[in-house]
């Protein structure tokens, strides 16, 4: 049984190592965190594109009531030097009107000149946006590329120490290896344990006579009174 504990030491060791591996698989950054980057950003972009379309149907807006405006202007100034209007009263009252419209025609282009510029800077921040969305995009490409070599390079290594564990297990009596395989379950992932100066390795449990006599003397897989692991004596196996 000495020799069958010895193999199940390096069983062991091998799963620890294993576990290991597949623990490094599972903290490799699978990108995720770009991703909702640019998701945000994307939706930046399209907030950015809707207030744009807002703010040119205000421009278009406008411009056609400065030409509706214009327009309006022109047609009464014809008709005030038409000579067709006479009195004087209502010369006047045109006149009034005509530098009204002129006046309200003038704040209108300033608004509107506010208005393109409102235009271009929201044009600004579309570019600002399809820039840091090229980047990032990038950025995920280059990431993800390596996120796939180190996880394609960790499971080859993972699947060529599964296969070591194959022919280490084919060695191992099977009773031996599917009570292991349930401790270790039960004991998170540590099923063997050393006697280390008369004591459990992985407990510390000083182990009674009677336990340590038995490990000497019985063929049997013996465990430590205190935490149920395997115990394998190095010293013994000499
Ligand atoms: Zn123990």
């Known amino acids: 049984m000495h020799r069958q504990m010895g193999l199940l030491r390096e069983l062991q060791a091998l799963d620890h190592y294993i576990d290991h591996l597949r623990q490094q698989v599972a ?3 699978s990108g995720e965190r770009i991703r909702a980057s640019i998701e945000r950003t994307r939706q930046r972009l399209e907030e ?25 202007i022109r047609r009464t100034e014809a008709e005030l030097y038409s000579g067709r209007i006479t009195n004087p009263r209502e010369l006047q009252l045109m006149q009034h009107e005509i530098e009204q419209a002129k006046r309200a025609r003038d ?88 006697v280390e100066q008369k004591a459990c390795s992985v407990c510390h449990t000083t182990l009674t006579p009677y336990t340590l006599k038995r490990l000497q003397t019985e063929d049997a897989l013996i465990a430590c009174e205190s935490c149920g692991r395997l115990l394998y004596d190095p010293e013994l196996a000499q």
Not at 49 to 71: F, G, N, P, V
């Open 107 to 194: 704040e209108m282009e300033a608004e509107l000149l506010r208005v393109w510029e409102h235009l271009e800077t929201t044009k600004h921040d579309i570019d600002a946006a399809e820039r840091d969305l090229n980047e990032l995009e990038r950025y995920y490409e280059a990431h993800m590329e390596d996120f796939r070599q180190r996880k394609a390079a960790l499971e080859a290594e993972i699947s060529y120490h599964l296969h070591e564990r194959a022919e280490l297990v084919a060695q191992i009596d099977p009773e031996v290896v599917q009570r292991y395989e349930r401790l270790r379950e039960r004991l998170g992932g540590t099923a063997v344990a050393i």
């Open 48 to 72: 950015v594109k809707t207030r744009y379309q807002e703010i040119y149907a205000i421009a278009t807006q406008q411009e056609q009531r400065l030409k509706d405006l214009d327009e309006r």
């Open 27 to 29: 903290q490799l950054d």
